[in-house]
C-alpha cells in the first residue's frame, strides 16, 4: 500500500544545531507540504513543492529550508535550531488537481 | 491572506451526546474539507464537500457546505470515546494551498 512517512519520529537537539527531517511518500504525488502544529495555532504551512527542483515558502519559513531531488522525498532543515522551532512537524502530500492530503505520522523536535 | 476561523477551539461533552463544530472565512472556496488527528497520529480525511449546499453523510458524521461558500459545519451524532481528537476545517481553491483552521479539540467525560 502507498503511504507516507517521515524520520525520526522524535528528536531532542541543541540550539544551534542543523537538523535534517525526513519525508518519504510512495504515491508518486507532486504536491509536497511540511506543516509544524503548535498548540493554539493549528496546523501552519513551512514550505511546499509542487514538482522536482521546485520549492516555495510558506507563512512560517524563516530558519527552514526543503529541497526536492526526486518526487518521493521532501527534506525538511532547521540550518541553524532555535527554541522556538521546538514543535510537531508534519509532512503531507497530496495527487495534482486532487485535495485531499494525506499526512505523514509526525515528527517531534525538541529544541533545548 | 485567507484564514478560516474555527469554533469552538475545545469541547468537553458527555457520551452519548451530539457535537456540532462550524467553520467560517472572508474568502470563498470551492472545497471545504473536514480532518480528524488522532492524539499521536497525522490528521486524516473525514469529509470532503465540493458543492454549495451539499450535505454530506459519513457513519455518525454530517457535513455541509454553506450556500454562501464561505462556510461550513460538522455534526458528530452520539458520540463515542474513540471520537476524541481534533477536528480541522479545510479550505481549497483548485490548484491552491489548502488553508486549515486552528482545530476543535474533542474531549468526552466519563
Known amino acids: 500500500d502507498a503511504e507516507i512517512t517521515q524520520s525520526p519520529r522524535h528528536k531532542i537537539t541543541e540550539t544551534g544545531r542543523q537538523v535534517t527531517l525526513a519525508c518519504h511518500q510512495t504515491w508518486n504525488h507532486n504536491n509536497m507540504f511540511w506543516y509544524r502544529q503548535d498548540l493554539g495555532h493549528g496546523l501552519r504551512l513551512i514550505h511546499y513543492?509542487?514538482?522536482?527542483?521546485?520549492?516555495n515558502k510558506g507563512e512560517v519559513s524563516d530558519g527552514y529550508s526543503v529541497s526536492r531531488s526526486n518526487t518521493e522525498d521532501l527534506p525538511l532543515t532547521l540550518e541553524s535550531a532555535a527554541s522556538s522551532q521546538t514543535s510537531v512537524y508534519f509532512c503531507a502530500s497530496r495527487e495534482d488537481r486532487g485535495d485531499e492530503q494525506f499526512f505523514g505520522p509526525g515528527t517531534r523536535l525538541t529544541v533545548l | 491572506g485567507q484564514q478560516l476561523n474555527q469554533s469552538p477551539q475545545s469541547m468537553f461533552i458527555q457520551e452519548g451526546e451530539d457535537v456540532s463544530m462550524n467553520c467560517t472565512s472572508s474568502?470563498?472556496?470551492?472545497?471545504w474539507l473536514w480532518y480528524k488527528q488522532d492524539p499521536g497520529e497525522g490528521p486524516v480525511l473525514l469529509i470532503a464537500?465540493?458543492?454549495?449546499?451539499e450535505l454530506t453523510s459519513n457513519g455518525r458524521l454530517t457535513a455541509q457546505f454553506g450556500i454562501t461558500r464561505k462556510d461550513s459545519f460538522l455534526n458528530i451524532s452520539a458520540s463515542i470515546p474513540s471520537d476524541v481528537g481534533i477536528y480541522f476545517c479545510a479550505g481549497a481553491n483548485r490548484d491552491d494551498k489548502i488553508i486549515f483552521g486552528k482545530g476543535t479539540r474533542l474531549h468526552i467525560l466519563p
Open positions: 464537500l465540493y458543492k454549495a449546499g
Open positions: 474568502s470563498i472556496f470551492n472545497t
Open positions: 513543492s509542487y514538482g522536482v527542483q521546485d520549492t
